[in-house]
């Protein structure tokens, strides 16, 4: 059964950062691109980052570029996001997902507030 | 980047009714359409893929059709546990772009 299991998320201030990890398991982590997708409180779904399978491409939306970062460890079977110099229009349930957006983790809630 | 246009913010139905709701693209995608089921504080759930396929698992009231740009998610039946919010997302090119959701209520 594929699973996919974000943690890191939480409280934090204005211009600070924050590291999100999502664990995957039941499936051969190192074949598959990886994606996050957020979705602030009441609002709908938005990608924010993709990675290819073995780490050497990824895409971003506008809105991060510079500040976020996908990353992976295939070792692991683990995906990361690094976020920096965090908004609080980033505030949102951040989600791993398969590339194809064919499996999702739970989420993980990221409040950016003073 | 392409737009997906949800003409419907929200829809009412009762219980075995047929239901459809519909997905604009702003241009060409082809078939990399998939609709998504979202209940409240879970994860969207994958239901149609391809434009046209069905998810594993997921019921055979669920059908999805396509005309040109249009998109199309039909339920043949619907159920009590067929409510939530419906979203359709793009993948034919980046950045993937959802729509902003058909909330989905029993009447």
């Known amino acids: 059964e594929v699973q996919l299991v974000e943690s890191g998320g939480g409280l934090v201030q204005p211009g600070r950062s924050m590291k999100l990890s999502c664990a995957a398991s039941?499936?051969?982590?190192?074949?598959?691109?990886m994606a996050w997708v957020r979705q602030a409180p009441t609002k709908g779904l938005e990608w924010v980052a993709t990675?290819?399978?073995?780490?050497?491409?990824?895409y971003y939306r506008d809105s991060v570029k510079g500040r976020f970062t996908i990353s992976r460890d295939n070792a692991k079977s683990t995906l990361y996001l690094q976020m920096n110099s965090l908004r609080s229009e980033d505030t949102a349930t951040y989600y791993c997902?398969?590339?194809?957006?064919?499996?999702w983790g739970q989420g993980v809630m990221v409040t950016v507030s003073s | 980047d392409i737009q997906m246009t949800q003409s419907l913010a929200s829809l009412s139905a009762s219980l075995e009714e047929i239901v459809t709701i519909t997905c604009q693209a702003s241009?060409?995608?082809?078939?990399?359409l998939a609709w998504y089921q979202q209940k409240p504080g879970k994860s969207p759930q994958l239901l149609i893929h391809?434009?046209?396929s069905l998810a594993d698992g997921i019921p055979s009231r669920f059908s999805g059709s396509r005309s040109g740009t249009q998109y199309s998610l039909k339920i043949s039946r619907l159920q009590v546990e067929d409510t939530g919010i419906y979203y359709c997302?793009?993948?034919?090119?980046?950045?993937?772009?959802f729509g902003a959701g058909t909330k989905l209520e029993l009447k």
């Open positions: 997902t398969r590339r194809h957006f064919d499996y």
């Open positions: 039941g499936f051969t982590f190192s074949n598959y691109g």
């Open positions: 990675i290819s399978y073995d780490g050497s491409s990824t």
């Open positions: 241009q060409d995608i082809g078939n990399w």
């Open positions: 391809s434009a046209t």
């Open positions: 997302l793009q993948r034919y090119s980046n950045p993937p772009t």
